[in-house]
């Protein structure tokens, strides 16, 4: 029974020696996984029994801990505020000269740290650092609260993007179904932009347009990719010309010496059209109509400038005869100063008798003749109401059929 006693006993002075007591170590404990946390931390030729002395940390075995001599300059002994390292037992944040610093396990930390989910940025002297940062030749944004910041930013009024990571983003980004452009400081453009050999336009909140965009009071068009368009373009069915600055042209405008009329919304007009003071002709290309034209078996001229003429017109040599209506007329016409015949080409006879047997003057004035008979009876004809007079319209160009 006795030795029972003795061996029960013993086993417990051996457990008393092997287990660690829970009272006997302290919570201001240092402890440090190697030196190079021990100089950061301002430790530095550790004595057996200091706080942060361990037996990994000496390698020598003689009693001192992380000698400062083989720091390799990494031992700091004060903070920037002269405060000797060492001595302060700071954990988590701490403002000091309204700077913030950041320990863990009573050393203070550099570099990044993710802190409650944010991630912080510490400069080698342990300071917490906000704004702009270029790490590893990338740029950061951390706002006054040290965050790194992530997605839209505007910062100095102007707006940025940083990815998931934290890297701002620059060139083009496509967000949320929109494309943007960042330029080379970062900076998210807007309005018209050069991009490499194209135009583009961005919205006053940074998205690319496409399709029909008016800016300045004049409508542009892009294509699906953003390309500013210019030249001919045919859109819904519908034909547009763009200027060479890209601006929709509207009105009656002169294309590669062709002439063409365009809406006010811009589409190519085809067909007899009004504008301004006179009836115009376009073709089924758009195309401006000049000279002869023939519609429903009826003969039109178009002057010049395009212009349908009416009343009297002369074309190179010929005067014809075109009613209110812009039509070709034949046979005999009253006018102001008096019959006048044109033949089948429509052109007015002069100096000569006409099919029917009558004579015109120089004029192309019908002129009455003594009937060739033996009596002076004079030629009678039946005379509609005269036409109002009119002048004369010429041209140099002629009669095309």
């Known amino acids: 029974m006795k030795l029972k006693k003795v061996i029960i006993c013993f086993f417990a002075v051996l457990v008393s020696f092997i287990l660690p007591i829970e009272n006997t170590v302290h919570a201001d404990t240092v402890h440090f996984r190697n030196c190079s946390e021990a100089w950061a931390a301002g430790y530095g030729d550790i004595l057996v029994g200091e706080p942060g002395y361990a037996g990994h940390l000496d390698r020598d075995k003689d009693g001192t801990a992380c000698e400062i001599f083989k720091s390799g300059g990494q031992y700091r002994s004060r903070r920037e505020d002269g405060k000797p390292l060492n001595k302060v037992k700071a954990t988590g944040w701490e403002q000091v000269d309204s700077k913030w610093y950041y320990y863990e396990n009573y050393v203070m930390v550099t570099g990044w740290k993710k802190i409650s989910g944010i991630w912080y940025y510490f400069n080698s002297s342990g300071v917490m650092q906000t704004g702009w940062q270029q790490l590893s030749g990338t740029w950061y944004y951390f706002n006054s609260a040290g965050a790194m910041e992530t997605g839209w930013q505007q910062i100095s009024n102007v707006w940025y993007y940083f990815d998931n990571n934290g890297y701002m983003q620059t060139g ?142 002369q074309v190179y040599h010929s005067t014809y005869y075109f009613d209110g209506s812009g039509v070709m007329k034949t046979d005999w016409i009253k006018l102001g100063d008096g019959w006048h015949y044109f033949d089948k080409s429509g052109a007015m006879l002069r100096n000569t008798v006409t099919p029917d047997g009558y004579y015109v003057d120089q004029e192309g004035i019908w002129k009455e003749l003594p009937k060739v008979s033996t009596t002076t009876e004079l030629i009678p004809i039946e005379k509609a109401e005269a036409v109002p007079e009119t002048t004369v319209q010429t041209t140099t160009e002629e009669q095309v059929q």
């Open 172 to 313: 083009w980004k496509y967000l949320s179904g929109s494309w943007y452009y960042l330029n080379s400081s970062g900076g998210m453009v807007t309005g018209w932009q050069t991009i490499g050999n194209n135009r583009y336009l961005f919205s006053s909140s940074g998205t690319l347009q496409t399709g029909w965009q008016q800016s300045g009071g004049v409508w542009y068009y892009f294509d699906s990719n953003g390309y500013l368009q210019t030249g001919w373009k045919q859109i819904s069915g519908v034909w547009y010309f763009l200027n060479g600055s890209g601006a929709m042209e509207t009105g009656l405008k002169e294309i590669g010496g062709t002439k063409y009329y365009f809406t006010d919304s811009g589409a190519m007009q085809t067909g007899w059209k009004w504008i301004a003071d006179g009836y115009y002709y376009f073709k089924s290309s758009g195309a401006m109509q000049t000279g002869w034209y023939q519609e429903n078996n009826k003969w039109y001229y178009l002057a010049e400038n395009g212009k349908m003429v009416t009343g009297l017109y």
